[in-house]
C-alpha cells in the first residue's frame, strides 16, 4: 500500500508508521512535514492509496491539501488525526482523536478498525513476532527489547539482547544486506511503538564518547534528511551539534585529535560530514569571519551536501577521481552529476533561517578554473563562503585518501596550494594552513 503521510511531528509519524507496519507488513509510506510538499508530492507522483494527515500542524494546514485535492477530483481516500477535542473534519474525511493519555490505545483501535486497515483473512496463526523498520534503530543506542532478524517464515533469529549496547556497524551490516526491518517479540511491540514517540528523537547512551556521539548524530540526520527532508526536529539536533563542533574547533586543539578518533570509524558519509564541519569552522575562525551565522552555514552544509549520495564509492570521488566515474552505470552517474543541485533542494527549509546553505552546496563540486559543475562557474563567480567551502572539502577528501595519516599534511598543502591561487581561494588556502599549524603547536 503507497501512503502518503503529512506529519510535521517527527516521533508521532514514526510511531504511526510502526504501526501500520505491524498490521499491514511492509507499506510504501512517503512522509512530508509541509503541505505544499505533500501537494507536490501527489503532483509528480499519484499513485498514493491514501493520504493520512495531522490536523495539527504547525506549519500550513490539512485543509490546502484537501482543497487541492477537491479542485483537482482527486478521489484518494484521506485520514486525519487530532488531538483537539472540539477539531473537525470537513464531510467525508475520517477523523481520529489522537489521546495522549491513554498512551494512544484509542487512537489506534480507531485506526486499525478503519476498513482500508482490516486484514482480509483473520489471522489463523499467533503471531509471535512484530516487524520494526531498522531505520528508527538509528535513534537509540540500546533498546529495552530483544531484536531478531527473519531467515524465513517461521525461523527468527536473535541479533540483540534487552538493553544490550550498538554500535552504527551493527545497523550498517544489516542495512548493507538489504535487511529494512528488524523484529521484536510481539508482546513487546506495544511499548516499543509507544517509546518511538515517547523518547527524544536522539537519544544515545551517555557512556559514548562524545566523537561517537557525534558522528551518530551526523548519520541519524543524515538518514532522516534522505528520507523526510529537513524537519524541524532534525534543524535543532544540527544547531546544538554545530554549537558544540564551532566552541570546539575554536580551542584549535581538536582538530589533530579528531582526525585521530574519525579514523577508526566506518562509515564514509558521516565523518567525512563532521570532520568537514570542523574544519569549516576552524578556517572561519583563521579568517576573522564571525559574520552572522557564517559557521553554522557551512556547518549545515557540511552536514548534507552529499546527502542523497548513500553508496559512499560514490560519495567519495572528487575532481582528482572524476574517470572512476566511468566505472559505474547510467543511473549512478545521474545521481553523482544531479547530486549538488539535489541536495540543495532537499535543504531549502533551511534557507529562511540560514540564507545560502543551498547555494553552498549547489557548488561545492565546482573549480576556480570553471571546470566543475554542475554550473561551471569560476573564481570570480563563487562567493566567499562558496570558496571556503570547496577548499576545506578538498581538503577532508585528501585526508581520507591519505587515510588520515597527517604526519605531512605539507605534502596535502603541495598538491592543493597550485590549485587556489586565484580571488578568495588564495585566502581560504592560507586560513587552511594556518589551522593545521596551530594544531602542530597545541599539540
Ligand atoms: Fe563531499
Ligand atoms: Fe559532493
Known amino acids: ?113 478503519l476498513e482500508l486497515f482490516r486484514p482480509v483473512e483473520e489471522a489463523t496463526v499467533e503471531i509471535e513476532y512484530s516487524r520494526v523498520r531498522l531505520f528508527f534503530f538509528w535513534r537509540f543506542s540500546k533498546v529495552d527489547f530483544p531484536l531478531y532478524v527473519k531467515l524465513n517464515d517461521d525461523k527468527f533469529v536473535k541479533v540483540l539482547h534487552a538493553q544490550e549496547e550498538y554500535n552504527s556497524s551493527f545497523l550498517e551490516k544489516y542495512q548493507e544486506r538489504g535487511q529494512k526491518y528488524f523484529y521484536v517479540e510481539h508482546t513487546d511491540f506495544e511499548k516499543f511503538a509507544l517509546s518511538l514517540y515517547q523518547k527524544p528523537l536522539i537519544n544515545l547512551e551517555e557512556g559514548l564518547s562524545p566523537i561517537e556521539k557525534k558522528i551518530r548524530k551526523t548519520q541519524f540526520m543524515q538518514q532522516m534528511v534522505q528520507s523526510v527532508g529537513v524537519t524541524e526536529e532534525v534543524i535543532e539536533t544540527a544547531e546544538a551539534s554545530l554549537q558544540e563542533i564551532i566552541a570546539e574547533a575554536k580551542q584549535k586543539k581538536t582538530l589533530s585529535k579528531l582526525l585521530l578518533i574519525i579514523e577508526k570509524s566506518s562509515s564514509y558519509n558521516s565523518d567525512h560530514a563532521t570532520l568537514l564541519c570542523y574544519v569549516t569552522a576552524a578556517m572561519c575562525d583563521e579568517m576573522g569571519w564571525n559574520t552572522r551565522r557564517s559557521k553554522e552555514k557551512l556547518g549545515f552544509a557540511s552536514l548534507f551536501h552529499d546527502v542523497t549520495l548513500v553508496d559512499s564509492r560514490l560519495a567519495i570521488l572528487n575532481y582528482t577521481s572524476m574517470e572512476e566515474l566511468n566505472s559505474f552505470d547510467r543511473k549512478a552517474q545521474k545521481r553523482y552529476k544531479d547530486h549538488p543541485l539535489k541536495c540543495a533542494e532537499l535543504v531549502k527549509e533551511i534557507t529562511e533561517k540560514y540564507p545560502q546553505v543551498d547555494t553552498i552546496i549547489s557548488q561545492h563540486h565546482e573549480r576556480p578554473d570553471g571546470s566543475g559543475f554542475p554550473y561551471g562557474k569560476d573564481y570570480n563567480q563563487l562567493t566567499p563562503l562558496s570558496s571556503l567551502f570547496i577548499v576545506a572539502h578538498d581538503f577532508v577528501s585528501q585526508v581520507f585518501e591519505k587515510n588520515f595519516d597527517l604526519d605531512k599534511p605539507q605534502e596535502i598543502f603541495d598538491k592543493m596550494i597550485p590549485e587556489y591561487r586565484l580571488g578568495h581561494f588564495s585566502r581560504c588556502m592560507k586560513a587552511l594552513q594556518n589551522v593545521l599549524k596551530n594544531d602542530q603547536i597545541d599539540e
Open 1 to 113: 500500500m503507497k501512503v502518503l503521510i503529512l506529519d510535521d511531528n517527527d516521533r508521532f509519524r514514526q510511531y504511526l508508521i510502526a504501526t501500520l507496519e505491524e498490521r499491514l507488513g511492509e507499506i510504501d509510506a512517503v512522509e512530508v512535514t509541509k503541505p505544499h510538499l505533500a501537494i507536490a508530492l501527489f503532483e509528480s507522483d499519484p499513485y498514493f492509496q491514501l493520504v493520512i494527515s495531522s490536523l495539527d500542524l504547525k506549519t500550513g494546514s490539512f485543509m490546502e491539501v484537501f482543497q487541492h485535492f477537491k479542485q483537482n477530483q482527486y478521489t484518494v481516500p484521506f485520514v486525519t488525526y487530532t488531538s483537539d477535542e472540539v477539531e473537525s473534519a470537513p464531510p467525508g474525511v475520517d477523523l481520529l482523536y489522537k489521546d495522549e493519555e491513554s498512551q494512544f490505545s484509542n487512537f489506534k483501535e480507531q485506526l486499525l478498525s
